[in-house]
């Protein structure tokens, strides 16, 4: 193999965070800012790129540093090395509530495509690069682009999604269509299109927008229930104007509820 090999576990259910164990100069990958804490001996270093091994000195480093800029990430990634005596753990957090998804890409034909912000952490030797989606179609309307992140190589992968997550595989031929939005990440083989809903009336007013994600088999596809962009839509037509009160959301009364507590502003 040429990734590190390391062993994991995962802790939480709605907020989880993964726990990696190193052994003496094994190295994980991160996302800037994914790291939750770390035992003594763990030496963390700031990188170009995705920490693969890259060709062409310099210039290979900042082209890595440049496909991840593609993808809206920073530049930089950190690396995670055990440079003590003895197995050393450090574990990574959710950034919003979720699952973590680990990711063996040597059972996936040594490639995986996920939406841009799906990826977490990976053992070193993975390779975190661009996916461009060739037809116009399915790049307007998608839900993600014409650039989603593509992983490549033969180690463990950590993808990080909202909600509950739905591991479906499928079979030669068969076909799934999903919200554009709830479609987290595919195996290679997988042909991935988008796909009118048929109906103008559906479209406009059944809520599920005008185009569903298709996905055809054989292979293996990640589906979550809860899109961050879903939350945080909630989140904002929920909350309360500047300056406003909320004392009375939730009641029959609502704003009503202020004449009877005393406040007469």
């Not at 193999?1 to 802790?11: G, P, Q, S, T």
């Not at 939350?231 to 959301?249: F, M, N, Q, T, Y």
Request: hydrophobic residues 40%; aromatic residues 10%.
């Amino acid at each position: 193999m040429n990734a590190h090999e390391i062993d994991y576990e995962l802790y939480g259910d709605d907020m989880q965070c993964v726990e990696i164990e190193l052994d003496p100069n094994e190295s994980v990958i991160a996302e800037a800012g994914g790291m939750m804490m770390m035992e003594d001996g763990i030496d963390m270093e700031t990188i170009f790129g995705d920490g693969a091994e890259q060709s062409g000195g310099f210039f290979g480093k900042l082209v890595g540093a440049g496909k991840r800029v593609l993808t809206g990430e920073s530049l930089f990634m950190t690396v995670f090395t055990n440079k003590g005596v003895g197995k050393r753990k450090v574990s990574f957090a959710a950034p919003y509530p979720g699952k973590i998804i680990p990711v063996d890409l040597n059972e996936q034909g040594g490639k995986v495509i996920c939406q841009k912000d799906a990826f977490l952490c990976a053992a070193k030797g993975v390779s975190i690069g661009i996916d461009f989606q060739k037809k116009l179609g399915t790049g307007f309307f998608g839900g993600e682009g014409f650039i989603m992140q593509k992983l490549e190589g033969d180690g463990l992968a950590f993808l990080h999604a909202g909600g509950t997550i739905i591991k479906r595989e499928l079979a030669p031929g068969e076909r799934l269509r999903i919200d554009t939005g709830c479609l987290v990440a595919l195996s290679k083989d997988v042909h991935y299109d988008i796909e009118y809903v048929g109906k103008v009336k559906t479209a406009f007013f059944g809520g599920e927008g005008l185009f569903f994600a298709t996905v055809r088999g054989p292979g293996t596809v990640w589906i979550q229930t809860l899109p961050f962009s879903r939350l945080a839509d909630r989140i904002i037509a929920s909350a309360p104007s500047v300056g406003g009160d909320s004392r009375g959301e939730g009641s029959v009364l609502g704003g009503l509820g202020r004449l009877f507590d005393g406040d007469n502003r």
